[in-house]
């Protein structure tokens, strides 16, 4: 299982940056897909969330109206475009996974956790 993030850098206050996770070893399109983001010091907190299906998303009330989470389910990838940002976002972002399914009685659930993509917001 692979979760690989990419798209981090240093932008100003104000700027625009789209994060990126590739994922393989997994059933993608049956797993819904979260960003979190833990800055120095602090716990990691969730940022936004993705159905399985594209069709449902939620944000942190300090997000909202600025990211938007996204995912191609043929690509296996989920997205999440930052704009209006702002320094209190600096932190280490990580795409996380939850993998479930199995027939009644079965059923299984792994959550899969990416390296992480450092977003700096500085003038």
């Known amino acids: 299982v692979q979760l690989v993030e990419s798209g981090g850098g240093l932008v100003q206050p104000g700027g625009s940056l789209r994060l990126s996770c590739g994922a393989s070893g997994f059933t993608f399109s049956l797993s819904e897909m979260s960003w979190y983001r833990q800055a120095p010091g602090s716990e990691r907190e969730l940022v936004a969330i993705?159905?399985?299906?594209?069709?449902?998303?939620n944000y942190a009330d300090s997000v909202k109206g600025r990211f938007t989470i996204s995912r191609d389910n043929t690509k296996k990838m989920v997205y999440l475009q930052m704009g209006s940002l702002k320094p209190e976002g600096t932190a280490v972002y990580y795409c996380n996974a939850l993998d479930v399914g199995g027939p009644p009685g079965a059923e299984y659930q792994y959550e899969y956790w990416g390296q992480g993509t450092q977003v700096t917001v500085s003038s």
């Open positions: 993705i159905s399985s299906t594209g069709s449902s998303t």
